[in-house]
């Protein structure tokens, strides 16, 4: 039989149009904890060698307006992803809403309880009778408990005052003799470059249970979404590039947000690599369950659930 050529030529027409289709990049959208910053280098650095794009993947990050808003506009299915923190995860699941821990960009605490030396202040008992500056009610208040609970004293022997995140400038301004929630990859470093000589406690040397710092938040129905495992894959890559690039990797992030090239972030960049999870999708199932038993014991959820309800692990 006789091919018609018109046929034909709309035939291949449509099976290049389907095989195009077929090759577009998987859009992907995370919405970041909050503005850019080092943190979020993994993800740049994944984007700038081309990890995502080998991945098939169209990958858009978003810097929200409101930090409390990725995870509620993930709940509504708005995006694919969302960054946010494990101590946040168990308070957003008790609340009801339906997102799951489906990976780590972070995955060593970051906080830290911080004062000057010209304080005085050597050791956790000298904060006896001295103000504490947080910013986060809850949690960081139950960290300070805890903490000095392991010295010896209890939240009677203090005055906490909520500094609305003027952390550095109300401590700098010596109206709080110490403050919680400062970053030890961030505003410890910025005390440091100010000759302010930072003493800092690490919660986790104070009975405060270690956690994942940022993690990856996928809406509970979208678990599958067969783009996941893909961004999880590629956001290692650039985990590995920092790792054996780091100068090179630098440049990089510094050029896609020229805005954070001074000494601050650049200091906080070279500080940073230690702490990405090397593997983004591997997850530490006991830190999980002991954080949750920690936020239960110390009331700031209601319920203790089945790890499965917080967090899953991808395969990669």
């Given at each position: 039989m006789?091919?018609?050529?018109r046929?034909?030529?709309?035939?291949?027409?449509?099976?290049?149009?389907?095989?195009?289709?077929?090759?577009?990049?998987q859009?992907?959208?995370?919405?970041?904890?909050?503005?850019?910053?080092?943190?979020?280098?993994?993800?740049?650095?994944?984007?700038?060698?081309?990890?995502?794009?080998?991945?098939g993947?169209?990958?858009?990050?978003?810097?929200?307006t409101?930090?409390?808003?990725?995870?509620?506009?993930?709940?509504?299915?708005?995006?694919?992803?969302?960054?946010?923190?494990?101590?946040?995860?168990?308070?957003?699941?008790?609340?009801?809403?339906?997102?799951?821990?489906?990976?780590?960009?972070?995955?060593?605490?970051?906080?830290?309880?911080?004062?000057?030396?010209?304080?005085?202040?050597?050791?956790?008992?000298?904060?006896?009778?001295?103000?504490i500056?947080?910013?986060?009610?809850?949690?960081?208040?139950?960290?300070?408990?805890?903490?000095?609970?392991h010295?010896?004293?209890?939240?009677?022997?203090?005055?906490?005052?909520?500094?609305?995140?003027?952390?550095?400038?109300?401590?700098?301004?010596g109206?709080?003799?110490?403050?919680?929630?400062?970053?030890?990859?961030?505003?410890?470093i910025?005390?440091?470059?100010?000759?302010?000589?930072?003493?800092?406690?690490?919660?986790?040397?104070?009975?405060?249970?270690?956690?994942?710092?940022?993690?990856?938040l996928?809406?509970?129905?979208?678990v599958?979404?067969?783009?996941?495992?893909?961004?999880?894959?590629?956001?290692?890559?650039?985990?590995?590039?920092?790792e054996a690039?780091?100068?090179?990797?630098?440049?990089?992030?510094?050029?896609?947000?020229?805005?954070?090239?001074?000494?601050?972030?650049?200091?906080?960049?070279?500080?940073?690599?230690?702490?990405?999870?090397?593997?983004?999708?591997a997850?530490?199932?006991?830190?999980?369950?002991?954080?949750?038993?920690?936020m239960?014991?110390?009331?700031?959820?209601?319920?203790?659930?089945?790890?499965?309800?917080?967090?899953?692990?991808?395969?990669?």
């Amino acid at each position: 039989m006789r091919l018609n050529r018109r046929h034909f030529v709309a035939s291949a027409a449509s099976l290049a149009a389907t095989a195009t289709r077929a090759a577009s990049p998987q859009k992907f959208t995370l919405l970041l904890d909050w503005f850019v910053n080092p943190d979020h280098a993994p993800l740049f650095i994944a984007q700038a060698i081309g990890a995502f794009d080998r991945a098939g993947l169209d990958v858009s990050l978003i810097a929200p307006t409101d930090a409390s808003l990725p995870p509620r506009l993930l709940a509504a299915c708005k995006a694919d992803a969302a960054l946010s923190y494990q101590t946040e995860l168990y308070l957003l699941v008790d609340q009801g809403l339906p997102v799951r821990r489906t990976g780590t960009l972070i995955d060593k605490p970051l906080t830290t309880l911080t004062a000057l030396k010209r304080s005085g202040i050597v050791q956790l008992t000298d904060l006896k009778g001295k103000k504490i500056g947080f910013s986060v009610p809850g949690v960081e208040e139950a960290l300070i408990a805890t903490m000095l609970h392991h010295a010896g004293l209890s939240v009677v022997d203090v005055t906490l005052i909520n500094v609305n995140f003027n952390l550095v400038t109300t401590l700098t301004a010596g109206e709080v003799d110490a403050v919680i929630g400062t970053y030890r990859t961030y505003e410890d470093i910025q005390l440091a470059q100010s000759g302010l000589d930072p003493v800092i406690f690490l919660p986790e040397h104070y009975g405060v249970p270690s956690s994942d710092e940022l993690i990856i938040l996928s809406n509970s129905a979208g678990v599958g979404n067969p783009a996941l495992p893909k961004f999880l894959a590629a956001l290692r890559e650039g985990v590995a590039y920092i790792e054996a690039h780091p100068q090179a990797a630098q440049q990089k992030f510094l050029a896609a947000n020229p805005s954070l090239n001074d000494k601050l972030d650049i200091a906080s960049f070279d500080a940073l690599p230690t702490y990405f999870a090397r593997n983004p999708a591997a997850l530490d199932a006991a830190r999980y369950t002991t954080y949750r038993d920690f936020m239960h014991r110390t009331g700031l959820i209601k319920n203790a659930l089945p790890l499965d309800d917080y967090a899953v692990a991808i395969a990669t």
